[in-house]
């Protein structure tokens, strides 16, 4: 049984490109999580998905970042027109149940490299 | 607010043992949860405490008192492979599906 699957591990994107980041939960899992991670900083929450729902996206910047989590495929998080300061790692974690008190399991992280 | 303390770095030897102390300040509780995360790779999961008290699980124990807004991280029998950063994480929201994390403590164990 596959763990959380992210890709790619590493992308690098010139400013303004966009950046397009996969997560592939569990095996049973339909609530997915996105976090970011910025160099020295904690994990901050960014978006809360269900299949084909945005639960909670309190987390996430306003412009430019959106995400889905259609009935088939992988949860996507887009970057719009990336900068610098969008440079982090990027961790997804999903569950079976709502709640990480059910038991969270995050990926490996996309690092994302803005030049 | 909401804060999540935790210390940057801790340093011990093999077969020693280790706390890592956490305090938080956050609107809503649900939970107290701790993860291990060696560099490069997933944070995974050691512990959650919702309730005060010890919770002991084989070399890791984790305890909680509420009304401090306090929690530790204990390891035991410390061994190389226990090297990683160790990520406090409380649960503001009933639902708890957004957790508030600290920044991690980085744990060397040297032999």
């Known amino acids: 049984n596959a763990g959380v699957m992210q890709n790619p591990r590493h992308l690098v994107r010139r400013r303004g490109q966009e950046a397009r980041l996969r997560c592939s939960p569990m095996k049973g899992h339909s609530h997915v999580y996105w976090y970011r991670q910025l160099p020295e900083e904690g994990l901050k929450f960014m978006v809360y998905?269900?299949?084909?729902?945005?639960?909670?996206e309190s987390g996430m910047p306003k412009e430019r970042f959106s995400a889905e989590f259609p009935k088939e495929g992988p949860s996507i998080l887009r970057i719009q027109q990336v900068v610098r300061g969008d440079s982090a790692a990027y961790f997804c974690a999903s569950s079976a149940r709502q709640g990480a008190s059910y038991g969270y399991t995050f990926g490996s992280g996309t690092r994302l490299t803005v030049v | 607010g909401q804060n999540i303390d935790q210390p940057t770095e801790m340093t011990a030897t093999e077969g020693a043992i280790v706390q890592i102390n956490c305090t938080y300040q956050t609107s809503g509780f649900n939970g107290l949860f701790w993860y291990q995360q060696h560099a490069g790779e997933a944070p995974t999961f050691l512990s959650y405490?919702?309730?005060?008290g010890l919770e002991e699980k084989g070399r890791f124990s984790s305890f909680l008192s509420r009304s401090k807004g306090y929690s530790y991280l204990l390891l035991k029998e410390l061994q190389m492979k226990d090297s990683a950063s160790y990520l406090c994480?409380?649960?503001?929201?009933?639902?708890?599906?957004?957790?508030?994390f600290g920044k991690g403590t980085t744990l060397s164990v040297s032999s």
């Open positions: 405490n919702v309730l005060d």
């Open positions: 994480a409380a649960s503001e929201n009933q639902a708890g599906t957004a957790l508030i």
């Open positions: 998905l269900q299949k084909e729902n945005i639960i909670d």
